[in-house]
C-alpha cells in the first residue's frame, strides 16, 4: 500500500492535475481533499483536453475510485456542469463519490464574494468570486449546509433556514437582494435528485481501501503561497492545500501517509494579487506567458510569470515534509539563452534571507537575488529519460533539487501523459 499526498509547492497552477492523471493509472483511490471550483487543474490525455474544478483528476481510469473529501467546498451546479462535460467526451462516472461531510457551496456564496471583494476597493485581494471564502467562513462559523443535508429535507429546511438568518443580513449590509429561501430549497432538492446517489459516507471506503493495501493519492488544489496559515495573508485561498491537512481532508489518518510529492514549474506564475517577488514585467515574463499558455484555468485570467523561486521551493518542501519533486513545463524554457533561479531575498535593510520566508508585509519590498544559469536552446518534447535531457537542463533541474533539499521524481516536458518520466 502507499499513501501519495500530491501537493502545489509554489503559487498554485504547477500542473498537480496531469501529474495525478500520470500516477491514477496505477491507483486505487484519488480524494481531493480541500478547495473549491475557484482553481482547475488542466489534464489532456485521450479524452482529449479537459479543465478539471471538483472532479479528482483520477477520473480518467474507470478502475480508480474517485472521491471529493469532507476537506472541499462543494458548488453542485459547477459539479453537474463538469459530469455534463466529461460524459460529452466519453468519460466514465460510475466511480464518482461526494462526501457526505463536504460543505454545500450556495448561491449566496457566490454573490456574497462578489459584493464583499467590490466592497474592498483598491485593497483587492483577488478573489474568483466564486464564493470559496464565504462558504469556508459559514463553515468555521458552524452555519454551513453539507452535502449530506440534501438528503435529509426536514433537517435541510432548518440549517438553511438558520443560515440564511445571518447572510440576509451580511447582502443587504453591502447592497444586495436578500435570498429567497423557498427558491434555494427547491434548488437543493433539485441537487438531491440529481447527485442524492453519490454523496455518501466515504470513510468506509477509505478505511476498506486501506485494509485493502491499495494504491491511494490524495489530490491538493492551490499551493503553499495561497495557504490560510502560511501563505501570503490575506492574498491567500480559505483552506490549507497543503500535505499536512491532506489526510484530514481525506478522512485518513496522518500516519498513513507515505509519500509528499511536491509539484513546481521549472519557473513560477500566479494568479491574483499580493507578494510575487521573481515577477517578470518585461518581455521574457511574456514570453513565458505566451510559451507556456499561462492563462487560468477556471477565470482565463493571465497568469504573472517570472523566474524559478528557489527560496520559496526550500520553504514549501520544509512545511509539506516532501519527499520528491515532479518538475513542470521544463519544455516552455527551451528556448532561453540565460535563466534565473532565485537564491535569496535582499530585505529592505540590506539583509539577505535564502532560509526562511518574511511576513506578507516584508515580502512586499524585497529583491530576489538571483544566479544566472545557461539555456540549452533546444527542444527538450522528445525527452523520455533523464539522460536524453541536455546537460544545460540537467544542470538546471539538479540546482532545483538542491533548492529544495530532496530529490526529483518525475520530470514533464510537454502537456501529453508521455511526456512525463520518471527520474
Known amino acids: 500500500m502507499a499513501v501519495i499526498a500530491v501537493v502545489g509547492a509554489q503559487w498554485g497552477d504547477e500542473g498537480k492535475g496531469r501529474i495525478i492523471d500520470y500516477l491514477a493509472q496505477e491507483a486505487d483511490v484519488v480524494i481531493r481533499f480541500q478547495g473549491g471550483d475557484n482553481a482547475g487543474h488542466t489534464v489532456i490525455n485521450a479524452f482529449g483536453k479537459h479543465a478539471l474544478h471538483l472532479i479528482p483528476s483520477g477520473i480518467f481510469n474507470p478502475r480508480t475510485q474517485n472521491i471529493i473529501g469532507s476537506g472541499c467546498v462543494v458548488n453542485p451546479q459547477s459539479l453537474l456542469g463538469e459530469m455534463e462535460a466529461l460524459r460529452a467526451s466519453g468519460v466514465e462516472l460510475e466511480n464518482l463519490w461526494v462526501s457526505t461531510r463536504a460543505q454545500l457551496l450556495m448561491p449566496y456564496h457566490r454573490e456574497l464574494d462578489g459584493l464583499e471583494e467590490a466592497a474592498r476597493g483598491k485593497d483587492t485581494i483577488g478573489t474568483t468570486r466564486r464564493g470559496i471564502g464565504p462558504a469556508y467562513a459559514d463553515k468555521a462559523a458552524r452555519v454551513g449546509l453539507r452535502m449530506g443535508d440534501l438528503l435529509q429535507p426536514g433537517w435541510l429546511e432548518s440549517r438553511l433556514a438558520n443560515a440564511l438568518r445571518t447572510v440576509s443580513r451580511k447582502i443587504e449590509l453591502l447592497g444586495g437582494a436578500p435570498p429567497d429561501g423557498d427558491a434555494l430549497y427547491a434548488l437543493c432538492l433539485e441537487y438531491r435528485e440529481k447527485l442524492g446517489g453519490r454523496i ?22 492551490l499551493g503553499v503561497m495561497r495557504d490560510l496559515d502560511w501563505g501570503i495573508y490575506p492574498y491567500v ?3 490549507n492545500p497543503t500535505a499536512a491537512y491532506a ?70 518542501a520544509w512545511l509539506n515534509g516532501m519527499t520528491g519533486l515532479a518538475i513542470t513545463k521544463l519544455d516552455v524554457l527551451d528556448g532561453f539563452e540565460f535563466l534565473k533561479i532565485c ?28 544566479e544566472i544559469w545557461e539555456g540549452w536552446r533546444c527542444s527538450t518534447a522528445g525527452c523520455r529519460r533523464w539522460e536524453e535531457l541536455p546537460s544545460q537542463a540537467r544542470a538546471y533541474l539538479q540546482r532545483i ?10 520530470v514533464s516536458v510537454g502537456a501529453a501523459r508521455d511526456q512525463m518520466f520518471a527520474v
Open 247 to 316: 489526510a484530514s481532508g481525506a478522512g485518513l489518518p496522518a500516519r498513513l501517509l507515505d509519500r509528499v510529492l511536491g509539484v513546481v514549474k521549472a519557473y513560477s506564475t500566479a494568479v491574483g494579487e499580493g507578494p510575487f517577488p521573481t515577477e517578470l514585467h518585461d518581455a521574457e515574463g511574456a514570453r513565458l506567458r505566451e510559451v507556456g499558455s499561462e492563462f487560468g484555468a477556471t477565470t482565463g485570467r493571465p497568469r504573472r510569470c517570472g523566474w524559478f523561486d528557489g527560496v520559496a521551493i526550500g520553504y514549501a
Open 401 to 410: 533539487s538542491e533548492l529544495a533539499g530532496i530529490q526529483i521524481d518525475y
Open 237 to 239: 485561498t480559505s483552506s
Open 343 to 370: 537564491v535569496g531575498y535582499q530585505l529592505p535593510d540590506g539583509t539577505v534571507v535564502a532560509d526562511s520566508m518574511p511576513d506578507t508585509p516584508v515580502l512586499l519590498q524585497v529583491t530576489p537575488v538571483y
Open 200 to 221: 455518501i459516507d466515504t470513510l468506509p471506503m477509505t478505511r476498506r481501501a486501506v485494509q485493502q493495501q491499495k494504491q491511494i493519492l490524495l489530490e491538493g488544489q
